[in-house]
C-alpha cells in the first residue's frame, strides 16, 4: 500500500495522485449527471447507444445476462463481500478487512443518496427485459456495488499476492466480471448505458478516498506499535 511510517505517508506522492483521482471523478460524474439530465444532445447520445446495446442478438447473450444482473443483485454482493472480508480477516490482513466492507457498504449507500438526487427516470417499460426496478436509474447500484467489490478485491490482492502473474490475472478477472455485470443492465433494458459510465466514476473516485482513508489508518497502526 503507501508507506507505513506517517511522514513517508505525507510524503508519498501516490497520496498525492489519489486526491487528485478522486477529485476528477467525483467532478466528472456531476458533470456527466447533470449533461444527462438537462442537455438534448447529451441525451440522445446516451439513448442511441444504450438501444444500440440492447439491439444485439447473440443466442444465450439474454440468460447470461440475467445470471450476471442476479450476480451484481445487493444481497449475492453482500454475502461475497463478508465472506471475502472474513478471509481477509482470518489471514490476518484485518486492515484490507475493513476496507473492503467499508468501500461496498459506505460507496453503495452513497450511491442510493445519490439516485434520490439525480432523480433520472428508467427506460421505458417496454424496453425491459426483466422487471423494472421501482427506484431511479441514475448512477446504476449494479454498476456501482459490483465495481466497489471487484476494484477493491483487485487492489488488495495485488497488494498482497507476491506472485504478480497470479495478481495481474484475478485483477482481470475482476474488471470483466464488473463490466459484464454493468453492461448486462443495459442489455436487459433497466439502465441506460449513462447510468453505468457514471457509476464508474462514482466508483472510481470514491475507490481513492477508501484507498487513502485505508492507507491512513494502517500507516497510524504502525506509527502505534513502532
Known amino acids: 500500500m503507501l508507506p507505513g511510517?506517517?511522514?513517508?505517508?505525507?510524503?508519498?506522492?501516490?497520496v498525492g495522485m489519489l486526491v487528485i483521482i478522486a477529485g476528477s471523478a467525483f467532478a466528472a460524474f456531476v458533470l456527466l449527471g447533470v449533461a444527462l439530465l438537462v442537455f438534448p444532445a447529451w441525451i440522445r447520445i446516451d439513448l442511441a447507444v444504450s438501444e444500440s446495446i440492447r439491439s444485439l442478438e447473440v443466442p444465450g447473450l439474454r440468460a447470461f445476462c440475467t445470471y450476471a444482473t442476479r450476480l451484481g443483485d445487493f444481497l449475492p454482493m453482500l454475502l461475497l463481500t463478508v465472506a471475502t472480508a472474513a478471509l481477509f480477516y482470518a489471514r490476518g490482513n484485518r486492515t484490507s478487512a475493513v476496507?473492503?466492507?467499508?468501500?461496498?457498504?459506505?460507496?453503495?449507500a452513497f450511491g442510493w443518496a445519490l439516485k434520490l438526487l439525480f432523480a433520472r427516470a428508467r427506460p421505458a417499460l417496454e424496453v425491459a427485459r426483466i422487471?423494472?426496478?421501482?427506484?431511479?436509474?441514475f448512477p446504476s447500484g449494479h454498476a456501482l456495488t459490483s465495481?466497489?467489490?471487484?476494484?477493491?478485491?483487485?487492489?488488495l490482492v495485488l497488494l498482497h499476492d507476491r506472485r504478480l502473474r497470479r495478481g495481474i490475472a484475478v485483477a482481470v478477472l475482476c474488471v470483466v466480471a464488473a463490466l459484464t455485470i454493468a453492461l448486462a443492465r443495459v442489455y436487459l433494458g433497466v439502465h441506460y448505458l449513462g447510468?453505468?459510465?457514471g457509476?464508474?466514476?462514482l466508483g472510481a473516485g470514491w475507490l481513492s478516498v477508501v484507498v487513502l482513508v485505508s492507507a491512513r489508518w494502517g500507516a497510524s497502526s504502525v506509527d502505534e506499535q513502532s
Request: aromatic share 14%; net charge neutral; proline share 7%.
Open 5 to 14: 511510517r506517517r511522514e513517508s505517508w505525507q510524503r508519498d506522492p501516490r
Open 195 to 197: 447510468d453505468v459510465v
Open 131 to 137: 422487471p423494472l426496478p421501482e427506484t431511479y436509474s
Open 99 to 108: 476496507t473492503l466492507v467499508l468501500a461496498v457498504l459506505s460507496g453503495s
Open 199 to 201: 457509476s464508474w466514476l
Open 147 to 155: 465495481l466497489l467489490f471487484f476494484g477493491t478485491l483487485a487492489f
